[in-house]
């Protein structure tokens, strides 16, 4: 119903910027929220950043707000993560996700999400 594709991902020096994006084949985008979820080696798939169906609510991890800012533009039929200053403690592989439903829930198993894109890998290095 929903196919998410990450891209953007890559080698980048501790310190830079990165931009992923993440292209959704779907006649309904504007009504979906969406998220970005990262992996690091060893650890569990962690929430890094979510925005409502309206973009009125945007939400992020403690560990990366102030550094990443998440958007979307609707008629593209895409959302991107802009990662600035980024440590190598991010490196990680990067999901993006969708809730059908226009929501980010906290609360809820991966927040909700009902769509899963296959990754895109971020790699930070000093």
């Known amino acids: 119903q929903v196919q998410l594709v990450e891209s953007g991902g890559g080698m980048v020096q501790a310190g830079g910027s990165l931009k992923l994006s993440c292209a959704a084949s779907?006649?309904?985008?504007?009504?979906?929220?969406l998220a970005w979820f990262r992996q690091a080696p060893g650890k569990e798939r962690e929430f890094v950043a979510g925005?409502?169906?309206?973009?009125?609510?945007?939400y992020y991890s403690v560990y990366v707000k102030g550094r990443f800012a998440i958007y979307r533009d609707n008629p593209k039929n895409t959302v991107y993560l802009q990662m600035n200053s980024l440590k190598p403690d991010d490196t990680a592989i990067y999901y993006c996700?969708?809730?059908?439903?226009?929501?980010?829930?906290?609360?809820?198993?991966?927040?909700?999400?009902?769509?899963w894109g296959t990754g895109t890998l971020v790699t930070v290095y000093s």
């Open positions: 996700a969708a809730n059908s439903a226009g929501t980010v829930a906290p609360g809820a198993r991966d927040y909700g999400m009902d769509y």
């Open positions: 779907t006649r309904t985008f504007s009504t979906l929220a």
């Open positions: 925005i409502s169906w309206s973009a009125g609510k945007t």
